[in-house]
T-cell receptor
């Protein structure tokens, strides 16, 4: 079983719509959760992190965490063509020898069409 | 804005040759990571440093890969000899400390021919 699972997509939404990206993780002891955006051929760019159950909003982005269900999601409101990228979910177990190691999913490719 | 610096951006090398990548983390960041990302997959950790010490190199193929961060600032990752399967993006990241959010450099795209 992979540490972090994401639907690879592709996910296609029209401009102005809400894009919903989902991620599940296997280790119940995971503590920190991150969303990175990666444009083709570029490096990952951190867009959100969340540590506590519930929602965290930053502009058009909302991260949602449900530790009981081992589920993390990212909502992008008012999607723009410039949001078209691969979104990587990453999880940090925050303990022992693995402290600091980020486990990444394969990423979900998002396309926002005008 | 502070950034993680990496060089070179692109590298083409023949198999069995040696290759090296350099990374300069954001100033003040104690933790430095080297990740490898194969096309279509998420990054995978190769090695993690806390200051000058290696704290996690369990996924580093030690028969051909080595990494150092001698003064606890910049770091070098070396591959010798390179193999065709090493073709990937090599990403350096840094964070204030272990567990904090990590910021990535531009990466080095390695092609082994």
């Amino acid at each position: 079983q992979k540490e972090v699972e994401q639907n690879s997509g592709p996910l296609s939404v029209p401009e102005g719509a809400i894009a919903s990206l989902n991620c599940t993780y296997s280790d119940r002891g995971s503590q920190s959760f991150f969303w990175y955006r990666q444009y083709s051929g570029k490096s990952p760019e951190l867009i959100m992190f969340i540590y506590s159950n519930g929602d965290k909003e930053d502009g058009r982005f909302t991260a949602q965490l449900n530790k009981a269900s081992q589920y993390v999601s990212l909502l992008i409101r008012d999607s723009q063509p410039s949001d078209s990228a691969t979104y990587l979910c990453a999880v940090n177990k925050d303990r022992g020898s693995t402290l600091g190691r980020l486990y990444f999913g394969r990423g979900t490719q998002l396309t926002v069409w005008p | 804005e502070a950034e993680v610096a990496q060089s070179p951006r692109y590298k083409i090398t023949e198999k069995s040759q040696a290759v090296a990548f350099w990374c300069d983390p954001i100033s003040g960041h104690a933790t430095l990571y080297w990740y490898r990302q194969i096309l279509g997959q998420g990054p995978e950790l190769l090695v993690q440093f806390q200051d000058e010490s290696v704290v996690d190199d369990s996924q580093l193929p030690k028969d051909r890969f080595s990494a150092e961060r001698l003064k606890g600032v910049d770091s070098t990752l070396k591959i010798q000899p390179a193999e065709l399967g090493d073709s990937a993006m090599y990403l350096c990241a840094s964070s204030v400390d272990r567990g904090s959010e990590a910021f990535f450099g531009q990466g080095t795209r390695l092609t082994v021919v």
